[in-house]
């Protein structure tokens, strides 16, 4: 069972939202995704998208995305990617 933004650690959802608002949609309204939406099929990101979110929270958080971690249940909502940065850096 996936874990909620919330349970994944204070602050990284919120990192991981602002960074997609601020530079996949340009918007500063928190409105605009929900954190449990999917981005792909809500048209929010697509494949160059997820590649910036990767490079933004390999950055950030100082992990390394591999290959077969690249799979919709890691990274197709915010939720979905707050858990797994919390699960690799132990958050």
Excluded: C, H
Excluded at 17 to 30: A, W
Excluded at 33 to 42: A, G, N, T, V
Excluded at 58 to 68: S, T
């Amino acid at each position: 069972m996936a874990q909620s933004a919330q349970d994944a650690g204070p602050g990284i959802a919120d990192q991981v939202r602002d960074f997609i608002l601020e530079n996949l949609l340009f918007t500063d309204d928190r409105s605009a995704i929900d954190d449990d939406e999917s981005l792909l099929d809500k048209g929010i990101i697509d494949s160059t998208g997820i590649m910036e979110v990767i490079m933004f929270i390999e950055e950030r958080f100082g992990i390394q995305v591999r290959d077969e971690e690249m799979i919709p249940e890691n990274l197709d909502s915010v939720s979905n990617i707050a858990a797994y940065v919390a699960r690799k850096t132990g958050a």
